[in-house]
C-alpha cells in the first residue's frame, strides 16, 4: 500500500493532496520497520522512508536514515549460486547470479542519471556518463530487457546537456528518447529477459506483482506524452523545429491508450 501511493501520489487532484500521501506512506514504512518480523521488508521500507523524507523536502532526515548504512549486499548472493552449483542445481545457481547482475544493471541505469546532473559544470564527466550508458545499454540490450528504464537514464542526460547550453546534443539524445518511447520493443510493458537474461521468468513470477512494472501502463504512457513539456530546462527550445516534431511524436502515446 505504501509503494502504491508513492508511485501515484503525484496524480492527486488538489496541490496539497500529494504532500499528504507522501505523509501517510511515511506513517506505513515506519510501522513496518518497527514493527515487522520481516528484516528484508524492514531493510526497504527504510530505504523508502528515505525515498518519502526526500520527496517532502527533508534531506536531513534522509541523510541521518541512509549515511551509516555501508554494507553492499553482493556476497551473499554470490555465496548463495556457489552454494546451489555444489548441489549440483546449475539451473538456481544461473538465476541467483542474473538476477543479482539484472539489479546491478537497475542501479547503473539509476545512478548515471544522477551523476550526470552532478556534474553539469564538468562536460567531461557528463560525457562519460553519456559513453557508459551507451556501451552498458548496447552491452545487455536494454532496449528489450528495460526500455522505461533506458528512457530513465536519457531524459535527465538530455537535461544535463540542456543545462550546459548543449542543444544539439540535447536534441540528439531527446531524438533517440523519443523513438524509444514509441518503439514496438516499449509496449506493452512487463518486466522480461532476453538472450543473455535468460533465467528470470521464475524469478519475476515469484514477485507480488508478477511481471508488472509498479505503475500501469496507461499513467507511464500519459508521463511520457507529457515529457516534454513539463521540463523548465527545455524552455529555450519550444519552438525549435525538431522539439516540436518530437512532442507531436510522442502525444500519439496519449491517443495510443484511448484504443
Known amino acids: 500500500m505504501g509503494q502504491w501511493i508513492v508511485n501515484y501520489h503525484q496524480l492527486a487532484s488538489s496541490p496539497s493532496q500529494p504532500h499528504e500521501l507522501l505523509q501517510e506512506a511515511l506513517g506505513l514504512f515506519q510501522r513496518i520497520e518497527k514493527h515487522g518480523s520481516d528484516h528484508h521488508l524492514a531493510s526497504q521500507a527504510l530505504e523508502m522512508q528515505a525515498y518519502c523524507y526526500l520527496a517532502l523536502g527533508d534531506p536531513d532526515s534522509t541523510i541521518r536514515l541512509l549515511e551509516n548504512r555501508k554494507e553492499i549486499n553482493i556476497s551473499p548472493q554470490l555465496l548463495l549460486s556457489q552454494a546451489y552449483k555444489m548441489k549440483g542445481n546449475n539451473a538456481k545457481a544461473k538465476e541467483v547470479l542474473q538476477v543479482s547482475l539484472y539489479y546491478g544493471v537497475v542501479l547503473l541505469f539509476n545512478i548515471l542519471p544522477n551523476m550526470s546532473i552532478l556534474y553539469i559544470d564538468e ?121 516540436l516534431a518530437m512532442q507531436e511524436r510522442l502525444s500519439r502515446l496519449k491517443s495510443a491508450q484511448k484504443q
Open 123 to 243: 562536460p567531461t564527466k557528463v560525457e562519460q556518463c553519456r559513453r557508459i550508458g551507451q556501451m552498458a545499454s548496447d552491452a545487455f540490450d536494454l532496449i528489450h530487457l528495460h526500455p522505461i528504464l533506458l528512457l530513465s537514464f536519457l531524459l535527465p542526460l538530455s537535461i544535463s546537456y540542456a543545462k550546459q547550453a548543449n542543444w544539439e546534443k540535447c536534441l540528439d539524445i531527446l531524438e533517440e528518447y523519443t523513438d524509444i518511447a514509441l518503439s514496438p520493443q516499449t509496449f506493452p510493458l512487463h518486466l522480461k529477459g532476453n538472450d543473455f537474461f535468460d533465467q528470470l521468468d521464475g524469478y519475476f513470477s515469484s514477485l507480488s506483482l508478477g511481471d508488472a512494472l509498479p505503475r500501469d501502463e496507461i499513467s507511464i504512457r500519459q508521463s511520457l506524452a507529457s515529457s516534454l513539456e513539463v521540463v523548465p530546462e527545455f524552455s529555450v527550445l519550444r519552438d525549435h523545429p525538431r522539439f
